[in-house]
């Protein structure tokens, strides 16, 4: 069965880094297009950043210059690595990943179950 394992959320200070993982069992990422969501408290889901199987980023004005996107085919994961944190990052984080689908709309096939992103002092 396809799963979407997250990984790496925590709770961290306003301005550290932090790097989440999505690993995949089954389907093999490298054909499918990947994206990360993030759904804070009372707050719709929102797109944070995507790449696409040929390579396209793409990246929420909120994150653009904070926020990559990497993916290691060998490991069959994808890395979100964020940086400068912010207490409005906080909120649950998704990996998602479709083949035919891409872009911040989540309208993906797969979906991790999510882990927590808390920025506090």
């Known amino acids: 069965q396809l799963r979407l394992v997250e990984s790496g959320g925590g709770l961290v200070q306003p301005g550290e880094s932090l790097r989440l993982s999505c690993a995949a069992s089954?389907?093999?990422?490298?054909?499918?297009?990947i994206a990360w969501f993030r759904q804070a408290p009372g707050k719709d889901r929102e797109g944070v950043l995507y790449l696409t199987r040929d390579g396209d980023t793409g990246y929420a004005d909120s994150v653009k210059g904070r926020f990559t996107i990497s993916r290691d085919n060998a490991k069959n994961t994808v890395y979100l690595q964020m940086h400068s944190l912010k207490p409005e990052d906080t909120a649950v984080y998704y990996c998602a990943c479709d083949m035919l689908e891409w872009g911040l709309a989540p309208e993906y096939d797969y979906w991790g179950q999510g882990t927590q992103v808390t920025v506090s002092s």
């Open positions: 089954v389907l093999m990422l490298e054909d499918y297009n």
